[in-house]
């Protein structure tokens, strides 16, 4: 019987991504493209930053290139 609350609790999550989805494609009108960019980049900037800072954990330079054999 949980698989049921499971797959319920799952059609909820992607009705609330889709109105939210829906929200602000419709409400961010033609600033949505820029938005986008922005927060993509934003995005990969701190994963780049958290990836980087992993990597100095590790003992690695992550500003040294990799040498090719």
Known sequence: MK??????ALLLAALACAGAAW????YSGQWFYLLLF???FAGLFADNRRL?????NLGEDP???PRRD
């Open 3 to 8: 698989w049921i609350h499971d797959k319920a």
């Open 23 to 26: 929200g602000l494609i419709h």
């Open 38 to 40: 922005v927060l993509a």
């Open 63 to 65: 500003a040294r290139k």
């Open 52 to 56: 980087r800072a992993r990597l100095r």
